[in-house]
C-alpha cells in the first residue's frame, strides 16, 4: 500500500513539476502565431519532462517506485540482455530501456488529463 501511494503521489509531483516549467518555457517562448494550437507540443513537452524527472529521481534517490514501470522493465531486460543474475552489469544500461517505456506511460496519463481538462493546456 505505501509503495502505491508513492507511486501516485510521484505521478503527482512530476506532473506538477512539468506542468510549470512547460508553462515557465511558454511565457519566455510564446508562439509565432496567435491562433495555432500548443496542445500537442504541451502533451509531448510535460510527457518528456515527467519522463526526465522520474529517471532522475529513481538515480539520486535510488527508489524504484519513484522511477515508474520503465525502471522495472528496464532492470529485467538489462539484466537478461547483459546476462548478469543480480542485477545490469553496467549501472546506467536500465536507463535506456526506461526513457522510452516511462515517455509512453506518462504521455498516456498527460494525454488523458488533457482530453478531460482541455483548460489545463
Known sequence: MKDLL??????VIYFSLAYM???IFQACFPP????SSTVHGSIL????LMTVSS??????????????PGV????????LLGGESHGPGDPYSWSLIA??????????IVRIIARYFPSVF
Open 6 to 11: 508513492l507511486f501516485v503521489l510521484a505521478i
Open 72 to 79: 522495472y522493465m528496464g532492470f529485467v531486460l538489462s539484466m
Open 99 to 108: 526513457a522510452p517505456i516511462n515517455f509512453f506511460f506518462y504521455y498516456g
Open 21 to 23: 516549467l512547460n508553462r
Open 55 to 68: 529517471l532522475v529521481a529513481s538515480v539520486l534517490l535510488k527508489k524504484a517506485p519513484l522511477g515508474m
Open 32 to 35: 509565432k502565431s496567435p491562433g
Open 45 to 48: 513537452t510535460v510527457a518528456g
